[in-house]
């Protein structure tokens, strides 16, 4: 913080100096995105360590100094002397022949200012910088009850030894030894399984009940998140935290994204109605009557689609890490003309220390064919005690300019980090899916070639940023990619074309029932931290099932787990508007044919940009429009 500091005084002392030259403009922009990268540079690395590091010692003091740096961040936010020359540049003759980037830069950063309370009177902004302290407490709070949320209980042993072995089960989840039962978790690899694979109702409601009850804990902390959330939006007069998050943002309002989700509702209600027919009618075959309740749904899908003689089992048997980690080296060198070199990783520089050997992070140097380095990937892919639950794609540095003349250039590095099945190192076709998601965010970051940290890889508008990893989700699906990375784990068989076909047959089938659900969360989350009302979050989330006519569970609480409502809060709509930009990029781009002319315009015109680039003027470049398709 002291650099950070040193560079605040330097402002401070031209506040009153008038802008006359573009290199006067440049070195302050570049000054002030200075500040926010040395700070960046250690709190994007606190936030790593906090979620992944095996030693609770670590993640407690990289909480800590999170949570000190967050403060840091909302005292600059209300620093009047950094907007005051901010604004001296905008406001200036020069503005206008500043680059691209530079001017998106500024007028975003005059909008973060702005928005977080710049114009308030003295108190209001030391009340506001509070509030913003209490949030990041709170999120903090809710992500960590969710790592530390898993619940053990016992079962019937001969229901599950069907689904697991004794010993994978002892290898995953401590077991109490009480004659006849063996202990299950709510950890997802093993929830997930009994969900898809067990023919016992009973069992899966069990397992359904405690996995969606495991985190009572967060009902309060996303109370309180919500209640303030509202508050500091209404304090910078805001009329809800929705309408504040998304200003900046494609949608720009809470009425454009309520039209989006309309119209996509409207297109899937008829399909929707459709599958869950079909999947009553086959749980009247199998279990004689009832009504389809939630832990039926993955059971009877899973069942409906091995009709045509897709076995997920058999499937899985020719996933595995190591070929689809080879699928993105050649993914990566096909389209870019990328190396990915993977390096020894060594003690000093691992957050993994005890981990199993075949579970261990892995580290890859990322290059050009001419052997030029462009960044640094760490792919952390199994589940361990205490670590994040889901899968994401952490920055530990971003990729910018180290110097106002841009000759020098701090190199990114990016964590991918997932929760994959542990057993024997395959792959359900979810997983791969996933991996690849991820992968795309990684590319993002890795690619982007920005002046600023502040507009680098994923540091882009909310609604925008899933669009890569959305694309990169596509190969996951690619007949041809699919026989690249598809080869059985013990015969080293390459996946057969009828498998593949089935496959894709697979992929439209009960597609319905998933965006409903999507819609389902993005509605929540736009009502969640809509206009305040007296509602209870369990209270909405059970209203907006029976609305969607999606199978609820009274008092169940699966939103308690749901970790986007810190990251994502208000923006969850996100995921389904860059799905829509993601489906129309694949077609127009022919990503398909793994041409270098395709990944040469992607890169360029689309990844190269980070968030340097408005991206509706992208999207119009790039396919005409600016607007996703509901069609798509």
Same mark, same amino acid.
């Given at each position: 913080m002291a650099k950070c500091d040193s560079l605040r005084v330097v402002i401070a002392n031209q506040v009153d100096i008038k802008i006359s030259t573009k290199s006067q403009a440049s070195e302050i922009l570049f000054i002030l995105d200075s500040i926010s990268k040395h700070v960046c540079n250690v709190i994007d690395v606190a936030e790593l360590c906090r979620c992944v590091h095996t030693d609770p010692s670590w993640r407690e003091s990289a909480t800590n100094a999170f949570s000190i740096l967050s403060d840091y961040i909302a005292q600059l936010n209300v620093d009047t002397n950094l907007y005051r020359r901010l604004t001296n540049v905008v406001d200036s003759n020069i503005f206008e022949n500043l680059s691209e980037e530079q001017q998106r830069f500024a007028t975003l950063l005059k909008a973060e200012f702005e928005r977080d309370g710049i114009h308030l009177a003295d108190d209001d902004r030391e009340k506001l910088r509070q509030i913003q302290n209490q949030i990041v407490q709170l999120e903090t709070l809710f992500q960590e009850n969710i790592n530390n949320s898993k619940k053990l209980f016992d079962v019937d042993a001969n229901l599950v030894e069907q689904i697991f072995s004794k010993d994978t089960l002892e290898a995953n989840v401590p077991q109490s030894g009480i004659p006849g039962k063996l202990t299950l978790s709510t950890d997802g690899f093993i929830s997930n399984t009994v969900g898809r694979y067990s023919g016992n109702p009973q069992l899966r409601k069990e397992v359904y009940m405690e996995s969606m009850t495991s985190c009572p804990e967060n009902l309060e902390v996303l109370e309180s998140l919500r209640r303030i959330r509202y508050e500091s939006a209404n304090l910078q007069g805001f009329g809800s935290y929705a309408e504040r998050c998304l200003r900046d943002k494609m949608a720009n309002t809470p009425e454009a994204v309520d039209f989006f989700l309309r119209k996509l509702q409207e297109r899937i209600t008829y399909p929707y109605q459709k599958d869950m027919e079909i999947i009553q009618n086959a749980k009247r075959k199998v279990e004689g009557c009832g009504d389809v309740e939630p832990w039926d749904i993955p059971f009877y899908t899973g069942i409906l689609k091995?009709?045509?003689?897709?076995?997920?089992?058999?499937?899985?048997?020719?996933?595995?890490?190591?070929?689809?980690?080879?699928?993105?080296?050649?993914?990566?060198?096909?389209?870019?003309?990328?190396?990915?070199?993977?390096?020894?990783?060594?003690?000093?520089?691992?957050?993994?220390?005890?981990?199993?050997?075949?579970?261990?992070?892995?580290?890859?140097?990322?290059?050009?064919?001419?052997?030029?380095?462009?960044?640094?990937?760490?792919?952390?892919?199994?589940?361990?005690?205490?670590?994040?639950?889901?899968?994401?794609?952490?920055?530990?540095?971003?990729?910018?300019? /180290?110097?106002?003349?841009? =000759?020098?250039?701090? +190199?990114?590095?990016?964590?991918?980090?997932?929760?994959? !099945?542990? &057993?024997?190192?395959?792959?359900?076709?979810?997983?791969?899916?996933?991996?690849?998601?991820?992968?795309?965010?990684?590319?993002?970051?890795?690619?982007?070639?920005?002046?600023?940290?502040?507009?680098?890889?994923?540091?882009?508008?909310?609604?925008?940023?899933?669009?890569?990893?959305?694309?990169?989700?596509?190969?996951?699906?690619?007949?041809?990619?699919?026989?690249?990375?598809?080869?059985?784990?013990?015969?080293? /068989?390459?996946?057969?074309? =009828?498998?593949?076909? +089935?496959?894709?047959?697979?992929?439209?089938?009960?597609? !319905?029932? &998933?965006?409903?659900?999507?819609?389902?969360?993005?509605?929540?989350?736009?009502?969640?931290?809509?206009?305040?009302?007296?509602?209870?979050?369990?209270?909405?989330?059970?209203?907006?099932?029976?609305?969607?006519?999606?199978?609820?569970?009274?008092?169940?609480?699966?939103?308690?787990?749901?970790?986007?409502?810190?990251?994502?809060?208000?923006?969850?709509?996100?995921?389904?508007?860059?799905?829509?930009?993601?489906?129309?990029?694949?077609?127009?781009?022919?990503?398909?044919?793994?041409?270098r002319a395709s990944g040469k315009r992607l890169w360029e015109d689309l990844l190269g940009h980070g968030g340097a680039r408005d991206p509706q003027t992208m999207m119009y470049d790039l396919l005409g429009r600016k607007r996703p398709s509901v069609d798509a």
């Open positions: 091995s009709r045509n003689g897709l076995d997920p089992t058999e499937l899985s048997a020719y996933f595995t890490i190591q070929n689809c980690v080879e699928g993105m080296k050649i993914l990566v060198r096909e389209l870019f003309g990328i190396i990915l070199y993977e390096e020894v990783m060594y003690d000093d520089e691992r957050w993994d220390h005890g981990a199993a050997k075949e579970g261990r992070a892995r580290k890859f140097l990322v290059t050009s064919e001419a052997g030029d380095d462009l960044g640094t990937m760490y792919l952390d892919l199994h589940p361990r005690e205490g670590k994040y639950v889901h899968a994401a794609h952490f920055t530990i540095l971003c990729g910018c300019a /180290e110097s106002v003349d841009a =000759k020098n250039f701090q +190199l990114p590095v990016v964590a991918l980090v997932c929760n994959l !099945s542990p &057993e024997g190192n395959v792959l359900s076709h979810s997983e791969v899916e996933t991996l690849y998601h991820e992968f795309g965010h990684a590319l993002h970051s890795l690619l982007s070639r920005t002046t600023f940290q502040h507009m680098s890889g994923t540091r882009a508008s909310m609604d925008f940023v899933e669009t890569p990893s959305h694309l990169l989700e596509h190969y996951a699906w690619n007949p041809y990619f699919l026989r690249l990375i598809g080869k059985h784990h013990l015969t080293d /068989e390459i996946i057969p074309d =009828k498998m593949i076909e +089935l496959l894709l047959q697979s992929q439209q089938e009960f597609k !319905s029932i &998933e965006l409903q659900n999507q819609i389902l969360y993005s509605r929540f989350d736009q009502e969640l931290f809509g206009p305040l009302n007296d509602k209870s979050s369990i209270n909405i989330f059970a209203s907006l099932y029976r609305q969607h006519q999606i199978p609820y569970a009274e008092g169940t609480h699966w939103h308690t787990r749901f970790g986007h409502l810190v990251t994502y809060g208000a923006g969850y709509y996100g995921y389904l508007y860059a799905q829509a930009f993601a489906s129309d990029l694949w077609t127009e781009l022919k990503l398909e044919r793994f041409s």
